[in-house]
Nanobody, 123 residues
């Protein structure tokens, strides 16, 4: 089984940056598609970014507007989300998710989830 643990969240001023990390344990993530989701208070969970197991393809939600970058380091069994130019609307709990790399990128269903890390952007 796969266990995922997010870190790197915190309080940041509008216009600032954060880098979230998702560390895998239990097994290697090298053959898994990975994604970041977020959920704000009173809102549904939405996918922020996704990356294939090879790292060759990525997908981003339209609200990212070129501000976020998803990447992975399989040697460290870790996935990252670099977030720049943060604004108040980015405030949410951010979750890491994983699935075996056999589905098209547009699919939103993932098998394994972390506990989430809080990102709060002050205006």
């Amino acid at each position: 089984q796969v266990q995922l643990a997010e870190s790197g969240g915190g309080l940041v001023q509008a216009g600032g940056s954060l880098r979230l990390s998702c560390a895998g344990s239990g097994r290697t993530l090298s053959s898994y598609d990975m994604a970041w989701f977020r959920q704000a208070p009173g809102k549904e969970r939405e996918r922020v970014a996704a990356i294939t197991w090879t790292g060759s393809s990525t997908a981003y939600a339209s609200f990212v507007k070129a501000r976020f970058t998803i990447s992975r380091d399989n040697a460290k069994n870790t996935v990252f989300l670099q977030m720049n130019s943060l604004n108040f609307e980015d405030t949410a709990v951010y979750y890491c998710a994983a699935r075996p790399g056999r589905l098209p990128l547009w699919r939103l269903d993932y098998e394994y989830w972390g506990q989430g890390t809080q990102v709060t952007v002050s205006s």
